[in-house]
């Protein structure tokens, strides 16, 4: 049995997001910069660098990042 998917107003901020677009963030105290790899309903799969992976404790250099969590460089 499944359940229709409910449709929701996306807000403005996270409409206008695109692939490949550069955001930054901060995660452990350090600041991160990366490219969206893929755009979920509440969040960002963003890739980062192999150094900033290290640096924050990421165990690759794919992690995800809340709307509310980020900003656009």
């Known amino acids: 049995m499944a359940f229709p998917r409910k449709d929701r107003p996306v807000s403005d901020f996270v ?6 677009e550069v955001i930054s963030f901060n995660r452990n105290d350090h600041e991160v910069s990366g ?15 192999d150094a900033d992976a ?7 250099n794919m992690t995800v990042v809340a709307h ?3 900003t656009v460089v």
């Open 54 to 60: 290290e640096q924050i404790g990421a165990a690759s």
């Open 68 to 70: 509310k969590n980020y």
């Open 15 to 20: 409409a206008l997001r695109q692939v490949d």
């Open 35 to 49: 490219t969206i790899f893929k755009i979920l309903e509440n969040s960002v799969i963003v890739k980062i660098s």
